[in-house]
């Protein structure tokens, strides 16, 4: 794999297009629902990452290295940005009112879920995204004001 690819990336296109379709087929009826999707192909995607913790840290520390790498964060930004509007959507759906950086914040917050569970022992690393996760995404649907 290149110097210019994500290493996780042959996952996070099959994943995007689960996420992306939530929603388009009458999920508007029922965002309980919607959000336990999002939550379930989340947590599905990131225990299969984890089978291999070793790539889950090597994508971390690119991620770093992107700060320094202009050809690197090019390809990090447009991975980003594919998951900022899965973030997005997921609010919008939920009615949320805009807010500058949720969709940020939130991508953050689930890449910290992604790294501390590769930190964990392996026995711990299912539960703590099961739990992770979906209080994430339900974060997402609440209305602060």
């Not at 939550?39 to 984890?50: I, N, Q, S």
């Not at 690393?125 to 992770?132: I, L, P």
């Amino acid at each position: 794999m290149g110097h210019g690819e994500p290493v996780v990336r042959g996952d996070c296109e099959p994943a995007a297009a689960a996420l992306g379709a939530v929603g388009r087929d009458g999920g508007d009826d029922d965002p309980e629902g919607e959000a336990d999707a999002v939550a379930a192909a989340v947590t599905g995607l990131f225990l299969r990452w984890l089978r291999s913790p070793q790539v889950v840290r090597a994508q971390a520390e690119l991620a770093l290295e992107a700060a320094r790498d202009p050809e690197l964060l090019a390809v990090f930004d447009r991975w980003r940005t594919g998951l900022l509007h899965v973030v997005e959507g997921i609010a919008e759906q939920a009615g949320s009112a805009p807010r500058p950086h949720r969709a940020a914040v939130a991508v953050a917050a689930l890449e910290g879920v992604l790294v501390t569970a590769a930190r964990m022992p392996a026995e711990d690393r299912a539960g703590f995204v099961e739990e992770a996760v979906p209080a994430l995404v339900g974060g997402l649907r609440a209305q602060p004001d």
